[in-house]
């Protein structure tokens, strides 16, 4: 019988598990990083996601908001809907990813093949965060594909893989 | 060899790995029972997620609907929209931190450290959840920050943890 | 000690978990179908993700954009709509059930009983996929509470199991 913990501790020996491993909390940090982004983004232009959230306006009459949004609404709502269509974009992509590369372990691919993969993913939406913040295309669209190669990549191995189960 | 099964039977073993599946499965049981709740707020307002949904008024002129929104129309939506924005809330939180919690239990911490962080994070979104529905603030953010102090926390451990692989 | 890789050889072994995998796989495979789906509505109904992602028009004066969008407005919208919402209604659902399913497995149920769950649910979600692009009611709602069954006793059982545990 095998001691308590023993079988966790062997799971991280296997090197393509570590890769996963690590590579997911990478990327999966990336998305938290965006998800607080959004929250910081809230606050600077003063849109609450929820009505209880709006602040009284100060009583000094001559006190003017620090970022106020009558006559930029408009910029301000685009700024705030830009990053949180950007964690949308996280939240359909990278959990999914994140469960199909542990079953791409499972298939037991070569070290220097995951790796490759999850770095290729890794870099890839993190240059596509950068640049959907900063508006800029096409190179949005490239590293939107630079990160769904890999990512059609192990799913065409994973099906492969399954139906020869 | 082993026998089939004995090896996932060993990992419920792990205390920690026990403890994982248990705040796990609480935690995913209230985010379903939130989006039940979205479903049965929707049948009372009559606000149907798509087009075909909409039910032909009835034939006797004088029947009103149990819950008409000619004129509460505002209000019913901002009641729709309250639970469907807690929903994705959860959506947005709760499965990245299952997944992040199971590479938790890989860097082996304690029993005692790791179930107060499970348990701190249930009762922290449970409460959250409560609060949200019913408008409270400031302790829908008090509560979410009580549920976001271990999320944060296994985050910056999993970092370290890592980068020392 | 044990050879790398062995461990995780080991688990597909076991019949329940590679089930598991393999019904996993092919319903993650429809969710990212149905994604890729809304990518191509949205080119075929011109309706981009994003400001920046709007083509300049032709300097052609005669020459007409191949779907025009200018009098059917709301149809596109309705259209893109559409397979958005189905998008998410997948999110909601479908990685809930896998992480969930994952430790279902762990409970050991027999493979026959578990293999029923995963099928109906697989039946379920792509017949209701199917019926939410053709926009047909009462089918829509018929197969949901097909997958749904499924959902909801895996649930049951694993609250049952970790109340247990």
Chains 1, 2, 3 share one sequence.
Do not use: C
């Not at 598990?17 to 940090?29: D, G, K, N, P, R």
């Amino acid at each position: 019988m095998m001691a308590d913990g023993l079988l966790l501790e062997t799971l991280l020996e296997d090197p393509v598990f570590s890769a996963f491993v690590f590579y997911s909390v990478m990327i999966l940090t990336k998305m938290v990083l965006v998800q607080s982004w959004t929250t910081v983004i809230r606050f600077q232009y003063r849109v609450p996601a929820l009505p209880e959230d709006y602040q009284k306006p100060s009583k000094d009459p001559d006190a003017k908001p620090k970022t106020g949004y009558s006559d930029l609404e408009g910029r301000y709502q685009e700024n705030v809907q830009r990053v949180r269509r950007l964690h949308l974009n996280d939240m359909e992509n990278i959990p999914v990813f994140v469960i199909l590369s542990f079953f791409y372990v499972l298939t037991r691919p070569s070290l220097t093949v995951a790796v490759w993969h999850f770095r290729f993913y890794l870099v890839g939406r993190v240059l596509h965060s950068i640049v959907y913040l900063l508006a800029l295309q096409p190179h949005r669209t490239i590293f939107y594909i630079l990160a769904h190669i890999p990512f059609v990549s192990i799913l065409l191995q994973l099906i492969y893989f399954v139906l020869n189960l």
